[in-house]
C-alpha cells in the first residue's frame, strides 16, 4: 500500500486529515489535556444559577474514534460559554461530567449541509456518571473528549454552587525547568566553612556561605525542592543537639523558604558523617516569576551543648529545584 501524502509537501499536492492529526499527536506525544493553566475552567454563575460557565482556551484530545489511534485534535474555545445543568429530583442526587469533545463528521455521519455553520467542537455534560468518576477515559467513550470536572448535586438541587463542582482538568504538556547546584568543599574554603554560624533564630544564617543564581521562568507556579547537606562532620561530645535547615530563594529580608526540618543529635561519644535533606513543593510568589534570585542553604542552631556540626573537605553540598506550572 502507498503512503499517503507527506506533512506537509507543496506544489499544489492534496493532505489527508489523518496526517495532520499523526502530526499533533506525535508533536505532543499523544498527551491529552488543557493548553494553559487557566484554559477552559468550569465555574458556577457569577449568581449561581442552573447553568455553568467554561472559561475560554484551548485543549489537546487523542482521537478515541475506532480506527483514529496515534492521531489527535487540538480544539479551542475563544469565548466564555454557559451549559444548562439538569436540576436533580426528590428520589436522590446525581454526578455529571462536564467534557470538552470532537464531532467529526468523518466518524459520525454525513458531512453538515454547511460546513462553516457547523459545531465540530463543544462543551456537553454527560449525565449520570459514577460520583468516583475523574476523567472521561474511566467512561471508556468512543469519540475524542476530555474531562473538565464533575458536577456533584444533591437530591432536589438545581442550583449549582462552586462546592458542587471539581476540577479535572489536567495540562496536557506542563513546562518544567530544572536546575541541579552542586558544590564540593575545598582547602580553599577552610576555615571559613568549617563551622556551623553563629545566626540566631528564626532567620539562621547561610550554611555554608555558597550561592548559585537561579532565573525563574515567567510561568513558574511552583517550585519542588530538594537539598543535600552530605557528610557533615558531627562530633557527638554531650547530648540534646538541634537545629533547623532549609533552602531560600532571594534573600533573607526579600525571598521565600523550603518548609524548615529539623536535626538532633541525641547520643554522645565518637565522630560521626551524617546526610541531612530537606524537602519541599511550594507556590512560587508571583513578584519572583520571570526574575534572577540567589539560591542558598541555611540554618541555626537550637542548642549546640558544643556538639558544633561542621563542613570540611571530605563535605558536599547541592540544591535540586524543579520550577513547574499546573492548572489554576
Known amino acids: 500500500m502507498a503512503f499517503g501524502t507527506p506533512w506537509a509537501v507543496g506544489g499544489g499536492a492534496q493532505h489527508e486529515v489523518e496526517v495532520a492529526r499523526q502530526q499533533t499527536h506525535d508533536s505532543t506525544g499523544g498527551a491529552e489535556g488543557i493548553s494553559l493553566p487557566g484554559d477552559l475552567k468550569v465555574r458556577p454563575l457569577a449568581t449561581p444559577g442552573t447553568k455553568v460557565r467554561v472559561a475560554p482556551g484551548g485543549a489537546i484530545l487523542v482521537n478515541r474514534y475506532p480506527g483514529g489511534d496515534g492521531q489527535s485534535y487540538t480544539v479551542r474555545n475563544d469565548v466564555e460559554v454557559e451549559v444548562p445543568v439538569t436540576a436533580t429530583g426528590s428520589a436522590g442526587g446525581r454526578s455529571d461530567l462536564v467534557v470538552a469533545r470532537v464531532l467529526d463528521p468523518q466518524y459520525e455521519g454525513q458531512p453538515p449541509t454547511d460546513p462553516s455553520d457547523f459545531d465540530y467542537s463543544m462543551v456537553e455534560i454527560i449525565e449520570g456518571v459514577p460520583s468516583s468518576t475523574m476523567s472521561a477515559r474511566d467512561l471508556n467513550l468512543n469519540y475524542p473528549a476530555i474531562g473538565l470536572a464533575r458536577i456533584?448535586?444533591?437530591?432536589?438541587?438545581?442550583?449549582?454552587?462552586?462546592?458542587?463542582?471539581?476540577?479535572?482538568?489536567?495540562?496536557?504538556?506542563?513546562?518544567?525547568?530544572?536546575?541541579?547546584?552542586?558544590?564540593?568543599?575545598?582547602?580553599?574554603?577552610?576555615?571559613?566553612?568549617?563551622?556551623?554560624?553563629?545566626?540566631?533564630?528564626?532567620?539562621?544564617?547561610?550554611?555554608?556561605?555558597?550561592?548559585?543564581?537561579?532565573?525563574?521562568?515567567?510561568?513558574?507556579?511552583?517550585?519542588?525542592?530538594?537539598?543535600?547537606?552530605?557528610?557533615?562532620?558531627?562530633?557527638?561530645?554531650?547530648?540534646?543537639?538541634?537545629?533547623?535547615?532549609?533552602?531560600?530563594?532571594?534573600?533573607?529580608?526579600?525571598?521565600?523558604?523550603?518548609?524548615?526540618?529539623?536535626?538532633?543529635?541525641?547520643?554522645?561519644?565518637?565522630?560521626?558523617?551524617?546526610?541531612?535533606?530537606?524537602?519541599?513543593?511550594?507556590?512560587?510568589?508571583?513578584?519572583f516569576r520571570g526574575t534572577r534570585q540567589q539560591v542558598y542553604l541555611r540554618g541555626y542552631l537550637n542548642n549546640d551543648n558544643g556538639n558544633v556540626p561542621k563542613l570540611d573537605m571530605q563535605s558536599a553540598i547541592s540544591v535540586d529545584l524543579e520550577f513547574y506550572e499546573t492548572r489554576v
Open 152 to 287: 456533584d448535586l444533591p437530591a432536589s438541587t438545581g442550583t449549582v454552587e462552586a462546592a458542587h463542582l471539581t476540577d479535572l482538568r489536567a495540562m496536557a504538556r506542563p513546562r518544567r525547568d530544572p536546575h541541579l547546584f552542586t558544590y564540593a568543599l575545598t582547602a580553599e574554603d577552610e576555615p571559613d566553612w568549617l563551622n556551623w554560624p553563629t545566626g540566631a533564630p528564626p532567620d539562621g544564617e547561610a550554611w555554608p556561605n555558597h550561592f548559585w543564581h537561579v532565573d525563574i521562568p515567567e510561568w513558574a507556579q511552583r517550585v519542588r525542592i530538594r537539598a543535600f547537606w552530605a557528610q557533615v562532620r558531627v562530633e557527638q561530645k554531650s547530648p540534646n543537639n538541634y537545629g533547623h535547615l532549609w533552602v531560600r530563594i532571594g534573600t533573607s529580608a526579600n525571598g521565600f523558604s523550603s518548609q524548615h526540618v529539623n536535626w538532633d543529635i541525641a547520643t554522645t561519644g565518637g565522630i560521626t558523617r551524617q546526610a541531612w535533606m530537606v524537602a519541599d513543593d511550594r507556590s512560587v510568589p508571583a513578584e
